[in-house]
């Protein structure tokens, strides 16, 4: 039997391809998976929860990305589940809401802790379920950890400003409430952060919440839902605060259309983020969008190299170009162009693809056996339409969803293929000259999410970041475009839907303002001076 070199051994599952005695059974019964059972998960789990678990859907088997096995399955959510679970929230949202701003936070603190002390056995299930390495798995926990620390803190310092009144004896307040019940669906990319980017600031904002993630990573929906309700319980707080409705579509679309649900967050595909918005606009209601982004690096003829080879391998190749800030076009200035190529096709030889959980593994599998024909059309359409792949381009002949990390070259920036982004580690490096085309080309995209610029020109630097510059939401200088901080707003601009998460004063958003004035006077005048006698 192979052995894992993984510091966490004794959580990680055995390698694809090591022979057991049962191979035909779920893994979570395999001896090799028992880790799984400390995170509360069997054969077949509930995918409903609201104080109580349940669940009368449909039953979907998840899948291991890495060997395509089965794991376990979940019962979803029927719609009857669901119209339990909205009024369930909504009734524990009266509770929550009065409980003071820094009570919540010290519960969403114990919330982080509860991920602290499972983070491993939590992260060895990203990397089972949605395929990333382990280390990312790991840190994507760790991103939940440390938003829920930027909560507690938060929740000493949300409010609004005193305003200045024109009138004597009278004063304005703003006066920020909780919008009531948040909705939150997910993606399987990153099936534990953006839930905690969104529940942390919900919660402590004074929301309830209620979560669909992707049906496709429901066993790590379940996991991280039965950590939060142990928390809750045990501070006799009601569980239906965070509550969990596991479904696909119907249950989607139930929560758009529901007028009851306050505010909608959605992650997914800018596809499906147009419906959910159209429909959420048609009950006058509240989105926040998080959908695509097809990012760009662009790197000048000044730039230090040594930073931007190893920064376009981490942004285009990182959790095998399944985040939403891979970068997934590269312009080189013409005169370091051929270099640039060369150096980085070298690097890319070096990355090792593998097994999510094993540690030298660089780049794991892609998430399901669909996203390896996306990426198998897309080789082939930027063939077609004059590109030349220079590395990679590939499926990897193993069992799992494995591909080659690709790099495309000759193509014209306004090339369809180039303009479509596509889930998988396919790179598109492109020619430019001057400054002014290549910031055009860089917005020229429907997505407007991350972007960055490699040069030490100072003044470009400050043109980059100005109203000609990038039209993105994250615009970098001299790091990659993936790899953004909680203390940020994180979000995008145009086809990325202009939604703002996690940081800086994205908590405005869970929130409703008020403008209050208030008369402590013996007097009524009214505003602008006029007079009514």
């Not at 060369?342 to 593998?354: E, S």
């Not at 090339?415 to 998988?424: D, N, R």
Request: neutral net charge; proline residues 5%; glycine residues 10%.
């Amino acid at each position: 039997m192979l052995r894992l070199r993984s510091a966490a051994a004794t959580l990680l599952p055995l390698r694809a391809g090591v022979a057991t005695a049962a191979m035909s059974t779920l893994l979570v019964s395999q001896p090799g998976y028992a880790w799984l059972r400390e995170l509360g998960l069997q054969e077949e789990n509930p995918g409903v929860y609201n104080g109580r678990w349940g669940g009368r859907g449909q039953v979907v088997m998840s899948f291991c990305p890495a060997n395509n096995e089965p794991i376990a399955s979940v019962r979803q959510a029927s719609l009857e589940d669901y119209e339990e679970t909205v009024k369930k929230a909504k009734e524990a949202w009266k509770v929550w809401a009065n409980i003071p701003a820094p009570k919540r936070g010290e519960i969403v603190r114990q919330i982080g802790d509860a991920l602290r002390q499972k983070i491993k056995v939590l992260g060895s299930l990203v990397s089972l379920e949605m395929g990333k390495i382990f280390v990312e798995g790991v840190g994507e926990v760790q991103e939940y950890v440390d938003v829920c620390d930027y909560a507690v803190g938060l929740s000493r310092m949300i409010g609004g400003p005193i305003l200045p009144s024109e009138r004597p004896g009278h004063v304005l307040i703003e006066q920020w409430n909780p919008v009531g019940l948040v909705g939150i669906i997910t993606a399987f990319n990153f099936p534990v952060a953006v839930y905690g980017w969104n529940s942390a600031i919900a919660m402590i904002c004074g929301n309830a919440c209620l979560w669909k993630g992707a049906p496709t990573t429901s066993l790590i929906s379940v996991a991280v839902t039965k950590i939060i309700a142990k928390v809750l319980e045990d501070n006799k707080v009601p569980g239906a605060i965070c509550s969990l409705a596991c479904g696909g579509a119907d249950i989607g679309t139930a929560m758009a259309k529901d007028e009851r649900m306050d505010l909608l967050s959605f992650t997914g595909s800018t596809k499906v983020g147009k419906q959910v918005a159209l429909m959420v606009q048609e009950r006058f209601g509240r989105s926040l969008l998080e959908l695509g982004g097809n990012n760009a690096i662009i790197v000048f003829e000044d730039a230090d190299l040594s930073l931007v080879i190893p920064s376009a391998l981490f942004a285009a190749v990182g959790t095998a170009g399944q985040r939403c800030t891979t970068a997934r076009r590269l312009f080189l200035h013409e005169s370091i162009h051929d270099d640039v190529v060369t150096k980085l096709a070298k690097a890319y030889a070096q990355v090792r693809i593998g097994d999510p959980w094993d540690s030298d593994t660089l780049c794991g599998p892609l998430h399901t056996k669909e996203a390896v024909k996306m990426f198998l059309d897309a080789v082939e359409q930027a063939k077609q339409q004059g590109g030349s792949v220079v590395y990679g381009g590939k499926v990897i002949n193993r069992s799992g969803n494995y591909v080659e990390p690709t790099i495309v070259t000759g193509l014209p920036h306004n090339a369809p293929i180039v303009h479509t982004e596509t889930f998988a580690p396919i790179l598109y490096v492109l020619k430019f000259k001057e400054e002014e085309e290549v910031f055009a080309w860089n917005n020229e995209v429907k997505q407007g999410l991350s972007s960055s610029i490699f040069t030490k020109d100072l003044g470009r630097v400050f043109r980059w970041l100005g109203p000609k510059g990038s039209d993105c939401g994250i615009v970098n200088v001299n790091i990659p475009t993936s790899g953004a901080e909680i203390g940020g707003a994180f979000g995008g601009e145009k086809h990325t839907g202009g939604g703002r998460e996690s940081g800086s004063d994205s908590w405005k958003l869970y929130m409703r303002r008020s403008t209050c004035t208030i008369n402590y006077s013996k007097d009524l005048p009214l505003a602008q001076g006029i007079k009514f006698q």
